[in-house]
């Protein structure tokens, strides 16, 4: 991107109240790698896409797959897939064609379902940890208390409060007059870049929007850790070794997902 190009839009779009269109500008230490940021992004979206789609359609196809663990595990697999698919595309067009523009209501749009996408993830984590306590804490009434309605409910629950979080952020970040520079420092629509164009005061804004990631981050630590010391309490009263292995292999998975999905999620929200 030229720069003179970004200062002539800058300076025509400071003439109007509102701007109609954002200029997704990046990292000025990155300007001069465009080919290899579009390679690399282009392998890692290709990679994602491929991984999560086959654990997504392995899941829903295979009989023995339906479970509460692989629902929940399949719902990661399409939060991963529309988490990707939200930013990535948008950057490999900037990287490759140059096409660095994004509407307005485009732009809102997608820090509104990354933000979601991100928070939904995050308490389907603390939910995934809650099957995992009723599996190894109550397995008599696991399959009574797991039913398929339940952990629908459940599911139900997660995405519906991960796309309630950021609402309120989003709409007041709506509210703010943008009347001067549009170009992004960032690859994609965020809240903290986006908040950094308006033209008036965000203090209010930063603290709605941290106190919201903040009470989700924290909650389903919170429900995952609470409910990991009563799993490996459980794990430990088991007399053999072999027990222990057996049951500990149950949390495995979720344990790597979990540690992949909340590192991703501070990162993306801090």
Known sequence: VNEDYLKSIASSNA????????????FQSLQ???ILLFCVLLCVYLLTLSGNGNIFFLVIFDRHLHTPMYFFVCNLSFI??????VTIPKMLAKFLMNLDTISYNACFTQMYIFLALGATECLLLAVMAYDRYLAICSPLHYQTIMTRQFYLILSAA???????????????A??????GSNIINHYYCDHPPL???????????VAIGSSMAGI???IS??????SYIRIIMAILKISSHAGRKKTFSTCASHFAVMRHSLFRIIRNFG
């Open 32 to 34: 001069n790698y465009h």
């Open 174 to 179: 709506l509210k703010l007059p943008y009347c």
């Open 216 to 218: 989700v981050i924290l």
């Open 158 to 172: 997660a995405w519906s409060g991960g796309f309630a979080s950021p609402l309120t952020a989003t709409l007041l």
């Open 221 to 226: 630590l919170i429900l995952v850790v609470l």
């Open 195 to 205: 908040l950094q164009l308006a033209c008036a005061e965000t203090s209010f804004n």
């Open 80 to 85: 991963d897939i529309t988490y990707t698919s």
């Open 15 to 26: 003439t109007f109240t509102q701007v109609a269109e954002f200029v997704i500008f990046g």
